[in-house]
């Protein structure tokens, strides 16, 4: 199972920005799909994610100004970002865990490449 993560970019704070991310493959289901995010010199932090039946978990001081959703037919997670603040400047890693299947099923856990976003001050 592969993640392409698209949406990053260069914003002004206080901007917006819509991150994207679809699960390609020979798919079953898909349990959680989510975001983190690593900015230079931090550890890898839980921005949100999401499960099947939409329940939304958010890292912390991370809810109010990000939004999770996903569209399950499409095996894609989206993440709105508003009002962001130089702080949020980072690689977002997206990823998802589920079932896949090849001759038989497998439980999975995938990673996208990332997408950098920049926010100026």
């Known amino acids: 199972v592969q993640l392409q993560a698209f949406g990053g970019g260069l914003v002004q704070a206080g901007g917006s920005l819509r991150l994207s991310c679809a699960a390609t493959g020979n798919i079953f289901n898909i349990n959680v799909m989510g975001w983190y995010r690593e900015a230079p010199g931090k550890q890898r932090e839980l921005v949100a994610q999401?499960?099947?039946?939409?329940?939304?978990y958010y890292g912390n001081y991370m809810e109010g100004r990000f939004t999770v959703s996903r569209d399950n037919a499409k095996n894609t997670v989206f993440l709105q970002m508003n009002s962001l603040k130089p702080e949020d400047a980072a690689v977002y890693y997206c990823?998802?865990?589920?079932?896949?299947?090849?001759?038989?099923?497998?439980?999975?856990?995938?990673w996208g490449q990332g997408t950098l976003v920049t926010v100026s001050s």
């Open positions: 990823y998802a865990d589920g079932v896949a299947y090849n001759s038989d099923y497998f439980n999975f856990n995938s």
């Open positions: 999401i499960n099947s039946g939409g329940r939304s």
